[in-house]
């Protein structure tokens, strides 16, 4: 596992602009997204809501926590019906499922639950770590599975101590804010037929956390190797706290226990857990088992076999890391481990040592079980990709042709060890235009969010005259297009999945300007708020709302200048419109003409032509709160 120390840390943020210059400078030097712009202060009378820790729960002490902090706050997201329905089982050295051998190909995605390689959805809040949004958990998870992965090991799921966004801040303190990316995981997941791995600590000082939280908690030595966590009576205290609180939430999102969802494949006692000794593994596998009696339990180390891991009787799975890949070393700690008596998995392994000389020899052995790549980022929530520079990123489709040569042998991988084919993909997020340049010298850029479930794109450009211009095959590691055009026209990108069948598309209109659109999975595009607004994360797009129908003239704005169109989708609802508002340079606020149609879903599309506005806003009426679902701006 390599996560990169605090200071190399790239970060992904989003550019703030208080003028939509900045927006679109940054978009073009940064395709990837590594564009740090420093944000403005926020205009005098904006109102931008934290994330108190005020509604935590916290345990009774420190040992089996109290009814209280297993029933949290739902979080702000909708999921989907599972396809897992039956769990994986254990047969002497072999996994199953439904009766038949289950081997498999995995990925790791560790940031799902709690992310660092991204700055929040707020520039407000001054965030380094944050809760990825549900497009980057949904596209992230989708990604693993058109790699085809069948099992994704998510750190962050498990793994939540000693932060302010944590499950877990401080010792028996719950904050019920961080259930809502863990709880989408875990139902996304299922939607997408995935398997997880679900570490419960971590040997490391991580963002994320691990056992020396739980060390300084207790005033223990935290000096490497700190291994009180193991043997300390208190230490084990709370480590099972936490696990108690962990497998049984019941995720409002599927209405199970977590201890109960044949989702979760396994709960690995933790992450590398170099210096475990066996009174603990045995001690905290079985108390695994006690809440979990149908999911499996594993456990290992950053290299090698642990002979805590094989005495143990409750542990299912022994779990071994490699970097680099040594196909050799594989097949002399699969031995062993199976000797043993355990099932064998490969949890990490370089994404930049997948080839097939070394994986098929890996496939080859039939004590081998699976293995995890290591890692897998998803596409950003505006253009281009999140980073992870550790040098093992893998981005589906593939950045370049050597990527794409090592997701190709990932697959082939998967092929070799008979792993199971997962039912047809249900429906991906769409790819969507999120601006398109003003015309210099006749010639625009195109710019979009991509999806993980596309090989390729196509660009369309139709002028207020019908003419139309198409782009030719684009590959899908590109999120970005010029085309020859200087006036009014709609502009859509169509993906298409690798058998050429379309996995949707977007368009936005633009004038004789640019145009930028908000698909509202952050807060970065916009200049205020007021306190009552939320965004939740239904499927298939986020929306932004009032919290409450009953709310109080709740507001959004977008920032100038020269302001020319405001274009805002309504998800289908019965509330009635919001009004489009426009500033003047003076800084007043006014209503402005609009025009409302339907679209096919139920919604509503508002148009408003505002030349000249200063900046400008929806505001709904007192008692009403239908749902945006995105907001294009028109600039001069």
Request: glycine share 10%.
């Given at each position: 596992?390599?996560?990169?120390?605090?200071?190399?840390?790239?970060?992904?943020?989003?550019?703030?602009?208080?003028?939509?210059?900045?927006?679109?400078?940054?978009?073009?030097?940064?395709?990837?997204?590594?564009?740090?712009?420093?944000?403005?202060?926020?205009?005098?009378?904006?109102?931008?809501?934290?994330?108190?820790?005020?509604?935590?729960?916290?345990?009774?002490?420190?040992?089996?926590?109290?009814?209280?902090?297993?029933?949290?706050?739902?979080?702000?997201?909708?999921?989907?019906?599972?396809?897992?329905?039956?769990?994986?089982?254990?047969?002497?050295?072999?996994?199953?499922?439904?009766?038949?051998?289950?081997?498999?190909?995995?990925?790791?995605?560790?940031?799902?639950?709690?992310?660092?390689?991204?700055?929040?959805?707020?520039?407000?809040?001054?965030?380094?770590?944050?809760?990825?949004?549900?497009?980057?958990?949904?596209?992230?998870?989708?990604?693993?599975?058109?790699?085809?992965?069948?099992?994704?090991?998510?750190?962050?799921?498990?793994?939540?101590?000693?932060?302010?966004?944590?499950?877990?801040?401080?010792?028996?303190?719950?904050?019920?804010?961080?259930?809502?990316?863990?709880?989408?995981?875990?139902?996304?997941?299922?939607?997408?037929?995935?398997?997880?791995?679900?570490?419960?600590?971590?040997?490391?000082?991580?963002?994320?956390?691990?056992?020396?939280?739980?060390?300084?908690?207790?005033?223990?030595?935290?000096?490497?190797?700190?291994?009180?966590?193991?043997?300390?009576?208190?230490?084990?205290?709370?480590?099972?706290?936490?696990?108690?609180?962990?497998?049984?939430?019941?995720?409002?999102?599927?209405?199970?226990?977590?201890?109960?969802?044949?989702?979760?494949?396994?709960?690995?006692?933790?992450?590398?857990?170099?210096?475990?000794?066996?009174?603990?593994?045995?001690?905290n596998a079985a108390f695994v088992k006690t809440l979990a009696p149908r999911q499996l339990v594993a456990a290992g180390q950053s290299r090698g076999v642990q002979w805590a891991v094989t005495a143990s009787p409750s542990v299912d799975i022994s779990d071994s890391h490699y970097y680099p890949l040594d196909a050799a070393a594989v097949h002399a700690d699969a031995a062993t481990a199976t000797a043993a008596g355990k099932v064998y998995v490969i949890g990490e392994y370089p994404s930049t040592d997948a080839d097939d000389t070394a994986?098929?020899?890996?496939?080859?052995?039939?004590?081998?079980?699976?293995?995890?790549?290591?890692?897998?980022?998803?596409?950003?929530?505006?253009?281009?990709?999140?980073?992870?520079?550790?040098?093992?990123?893998?981005?589906?489709?593939?950045?370049?042709?050597?990527?794409?040569?090592?997701?190709?042998?990932?697959?082939?991988?998967?092929?070799?060890?008979?792993?199971?084919?997962?039912?047809?993909?249900?429906?991906?997020?769409?790819?969507?235009?999120?601006?398109?340049?003003?015309?210099?010298?006749?010639?625009?850029?195109?710019?979009?969010?991509?999806?993980?479930?596309?090989?390729?794109?196509?660009?369309?450009?139709?002028?207020?005259?019908?003419?139309?211009?198409?782009?030719?095959?684009?590959?899908?590691?590109?999120?970005?297009?010029?085309?020859?055009?200087?006036?009014?026209?709609?502009?859509?990108?169509?993906?298409?999945?690798?058998?050429?069948?379309?996995?949707?598309?977007?368009?936005?209109?633009?004038?004789?300007?640019?145009?930028?659109?908000?698909?509202?999975?952050?807060?970065?595009?916009?200049?205020?708020?007021?306190?009552?607004?939320?965004?939740?994360?239904?499927?298939?797009?986020?929306?932004?709302?009032?919290?409450?129908?009953?709310?109080?003239?709740?507001?959004?704005?977008?920032?100038?200048?020269?302001?020319?169109?405001?274009?805002?989708?309504?998800?289908?609802?019965?509330?009635?419109?919001?009004?489009?508002?426009?500033?003047?340079?003076?800084g007043s606020w006014s209503a402005v003409p609009t025009t409302t149609r339907s679209t096919a879903d139920g919604g509503r599309t508002l148009t408003a032509g505002v030349p000249g506005a200063a900046a400008v806003r929806v505001r709904w009426a007192a008692g009403t709160c239908a749902p945006l679902t995105r907001v294009a701006v028109g600039l001069g």
């Amino acid at each position: 596992m390599l996560l990169l120390p605090t200071a190399r840390r790239p970060r992904l943020p989003s550019p703030r602009p208080r003028s939509w210059s900045r927006v679109l400078v940054a978009a073009a030097v940064a395709l990837v997204g590594h564009a740090s712009v420093t944000p403005a202060a926020a205009p005098a009378g904006t109102t931008v809501p934290g994330r108190p820790l005020s509604s935590t729960t916290r345990t009774t002490g420190v040992g089996a926590p109290s009814a209280s902090a297993t029933v949290v706050a739902a979080p702000t997201v909708a999921g989907s019906v599972t396809t897992v329905t039956s769990f994986v089982t254990r047969s002497g050295t072999r996994l199953t499922l439904d009766g038949r051998p289950f081997r498999f190909s995995g990925a790791n995605l560790y940031w799902t639950g709690l992310d660092e390689n991204v700055a929040g959805v707020d520039p407000d809040a001054g965030q380094s770590v944050a809760y990825p949004t549900a497009f980057r958990i949904r596209d992230g998870l989708r990604a693993a599975r058109e790699l085809g992965a069948t099992v994704v090991r998510a750190h962050t799921v498990g793994i939540s101590t000693g932060s302010p966004l944590s499950l877990e801040p401080s010792m028996g303190l719950w904050n019920p804010a961080a259930w809502g990316p863990i709880d989408l995981t875990v139902a996304e997941a299922g939607r997408l037929g995935l398997r997880l791995i679900v570490p419960l600590s971590d040997n490391g000082r991580y963002y994320h956390g691990g056992r020396y939280d739980v060390l300084r908690w207790l005033g223990l030595d935290t000096t490497y190797p700190g291994t009180a966590f193991y043997s300390d009576p208190r230490a084990i205290a709370a480590y099972q706290a936490h696990v108690a609180v962990v497998l049984n939430h019941v995720n409002p999102l599927t209405g199970r226990r977590l201890g109960d969802d044949p989702t979760i494949m396994a709960w690995e006692l933790g992450n590398e857990m170099d210096w475990e000794i066996p009174s603990w593994v045995q001690a905290n596998a079985a108390f695994v088992k006690t809440l979990a009696p149908r999911q499996l339990v594993a456990a290992g180390q950053s290299r090698g076999v642990q002979w805590a891991v094989t005495a143990s009787p409750s542990v299912d799975i022994s779990d071994s890391h490699y970097y680099p890949l040594d196909a050799a070393a594989v097949h002399a700690d699969a031995a062993t481990a199976t000797a043993a008596g355990k099932v064998y998995v490969i949890g990490e392994y370089p994404s930049t040592d997948a080839d097939d000389t070394a994986l098929q020899s890996i496939a080859a052995d039939p004590n081998v079980s699976g293995a995890a790549v290591w890692s897998v980022m998803p596409h950003g929530d505006h253009y281009g990709v999140v980073p992870h520079e550790d040098g093992y990123t893998l981005h589906v489709p593939g950045d370049d042709a050597a990527m794409q040569g090592r997701i190709d042998a990932i697959r082939r991988f998967g092929t070799a060890l008979g792993q199971p084919v997962l039912p047809t993909a249900p429906t991906a997020q769409k790819p969507l235009v999120t601006s398109v340049s003003a015309p210099v010298s006749g010639v625009r850029t195109v710019r979009w969010r991509g999806t993980s479930a596309a090989t390729s794109y196509v660009v369309s450009v139709v002028a207020a005259g019908g003419a139309t211009t198409t782009s030719p095959s684009l590959p899908g590691s590109q999120t970005s297009w010029t085309v020859a055009s200087s006036g009014a026209a709609t502009v859509s990108v169509t993906g298409y999945d690798a058998s050429g069948l379309s996995v949707g598309s977007g368009g936005l209109g633009v004038g004789t300007g640019a145009v930028v659109a908000d698909p509202l999975e952050d807060w970065y595009l916009t200049s205020g708020r007021s306190g009552g607004v939320q965004r939740t994360s239904p499927w298939p797009a986020a929306q932004v709302a009032p919290s409450s129908c009953s709310g109080q003239g709740d507001w959004v704005s977008w920032p100038g200048p020269h302001v020319t169109s405001l274009v805002v989708t309504i998800g289908p609802s019965s509330s009635p419109s919001p009004w489009l508002e426009a500033q003047s340079s003076s800084g007043s606020w006014s209503a402005v003409p609009t025009t409302t149609r339907s679209t096919a879903d139920g919604g509503r599309t508002l148009t408003a032509g505002v030349p000249g506005a200063a900046a400008v806003r929806v505001r709904w009426a007192a008692g009403t709160c239908a749902p945006l679902t995105r907001v294009a701006v028109g600039l001069g």
